[in-house]
């Protein structure tokens, strides 16, 4: 985010910018032992960025009309296209780095960018190849599963340009556990019709932020720290398997504290996840499943962060 200038919000720029880079650095990423993804080959990296700029010279050009410091967002556009094809790196926080600091540095009245990107999956097909099948190095299949986005404020600093802030986040995991989670002992009053349940098909849609102590660790996959988010979707996978959740909070709490345990080079984990648990039409039986459905709106919400002081005395 962008701070204001004297008080006063002022941003322009450019979002949509897709761009489709083949043949980046390949990633590869420490394993852990709930996840197989060690690293992807970056055949296509491709993402779908968001580019804003700030700076005290941009004041003329809303007050008065003068357009004589506007860099146009189709330049800006034009700028994250062309320097996309010289990043040396495998991490989208890296190819954000180096999209804002070179802009920062060519244009000297520009005091501060907020850059985010949503990396569009495509993942490589299996094709026959030797014995059985091998990833093949062509063909690459749009997801449409979860995805990963991260954002980055860089600023002009003393000695050249600073990361400000970041955040990483994966966005729309829908994950269904059909056995095994409860709701029950909440407030019971005049208003209250939900009956308490003790093992509901519990179906939650999540998106998980993190943020690093030292940010290099995700600029820079080469540094052996980088945490994918094909690790953290792993994670919480094996946490809801394991764990016979009492709530979605109490869920999300213990999925903070093992990416926190997992991952010692992560600050903070937050979470927004949303309810879609399924509306139970017949129940299921020792012999038999039941049948469910979707359910209706309204749909409850949660959100919450946890920090490494969360882990203190806690065995995640
Ligand atoms: O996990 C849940 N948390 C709630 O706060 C809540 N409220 C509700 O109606 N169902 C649920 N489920």
């Not at 005290?56 to 003068?66: K, Q």
């Not at 989208?92 to 999209?99: C, D, S």
Request: with cysteine; net charge negative.
């Amino acid at each position: 985010m962008l701070e204001p200038i004297n008080g006063r919000t002022m941003f322009y720029g450019k979002s949509d910018v897709l761009t489709y880079r083949t043949y980046a650095k390949p990633l590869a990423v420490t394993p852990v032992p709930e996840s197989s993804f060690t690293g992807c080959d970056n055949i296509i990296f491709a993402h779908n960025i968001t580019f804003a700029v700030t700076g005290e010279a941009f004041l003329p050009s809303f007050s008065e009309g003068d357009n004589s410091m506007v860099v146009a967002t189709d330049s800006m556009k034009n700028f994250i296209l062309r320097n996309t094809a010289d990043y040396t790196g495998s991490t989208t926080e890296g190819l954000l780095q180096l999209l804002s600091s070179r802009f920062l540095d060519k244009y000297d009245h520009v005091t501060a960018v907020s850059v985010s990107a949503d990396r569009l999956p495509f993942e490589q097909v299996m094709v026959p190849g030797g014995e059985g099948l091998k990833q093949s190095h062509l063909v690459l299949r749009h997801s449409n599963n979860e995805s990963y986005s991260a954002s980055l404020t860089v600023k002009r600093g003393e000695d050249g340009t600073e990361v400000i802030a970041h955040e990483c986040r994966l966005k729309d995991l829908q994950l269904i556990k059909v056995s095994g989670s409860s709701f029950y002992g909440f407030v019971r009053d005049e208003y209250t019709t939900l009956p308490e349940s003790f093992d509901r098909p519990l179906y939650i849609f999540l998106n998980i932020n993190w943020t690093y102590s030292d940010v290099e660790h995700a600029l820079d996959g080469d540094l052996g720290q980088y945490v994918a988010a094909e690790q953290v979707r792993d994670i919480a996978h094996s946490a809801f398997h394991e764990l016979n959740s009492p709530s979605i909070q109490s869920l999300i709490y213990q999925i903070g504290l093992r990416l926190l345990s997992r991952f010692p080079q992560l600050a903070t984990v937050s979470f927004e996840s949303n309810n879609r648990t399924w509306e139970t039409i017949v129940e299921p039986e020792e012999t038999k499943g039941g049948v469910f459905t979707e359910p209706r709106p309204p749909y409850g919400f949660q959100g919450f962060s946890v920090s490494r002081a969360d882990l203190v005395g806690e065995t995640a």
